[in-house]
């Protein structure tokens, strides 16, 4: 299981850069910035294994109680030595955290990237323990972005908002460069088509 903590264990990096709003409006911004983060660089790669998947059958890909896919990589054969999965003939993504299987799957490896869910107001350790820093600049940027505030400043907002995009990039080439192929490329298969 992943560690996770409470988004209010970025504030005092946030209150360093931006004096103004109240907490709450602090804490929805750090969140809507860890979730941007996870969803922009990939960077908290996991997998499922399901056994007994029968046709028709919708899974939800995510079985961890605090994160949701946001991008399902793949799918993989768990014991023919990790055969891929054809989207749109064996299974159909139905949202980036839900999928329906279309033909029989005795066991397989669902590969995901994952987000925090918004309902529990938990984020991954990982992203308190490394990206603290790029966390608070999107936050920030967002904040700093927001029309007609006491606190509105477009200039600084731009110069967080390249942060926090720079800080993604960096977190996304970490992790293809670090990961197994299984866990980061995406594959798109050539369609196969018959004509009369």
Known sequence: MMNMVGVDSFLPDLRRVITGPLDIGMEEALFDACVQFCRQSELITLSRVVT???????????DHYDLQACQLLHITDHRDGGGRYQAGTDY???TPNSVMA????????LWYA????KDNG????????????????GAAATLYLQPDRPWTDPRRG??????FVEGIRQAGRFRKNHAAPEQVEYANPVRRRNFF
């Open 52 to 62: 007994d998947w029968t046709q028709g059958q919708v899974l939800e890909v995510s």
């Open 92 to 94: 159909h993504a139905l």
């Open 102 to 109: 279309l033909v029989d799957i005795a066991a397989a490896t």
């Open 114 to 117: 994952a987000e925090p869910r």
């Open 122 to 137: 938990l984020v991954p350790e990982l992203l308190d323990s490394h990206y603290r820093d790029v966390v608070a600049a």
């Open 158 to 163: 731009g110069e967080y908002q390249a942060r």
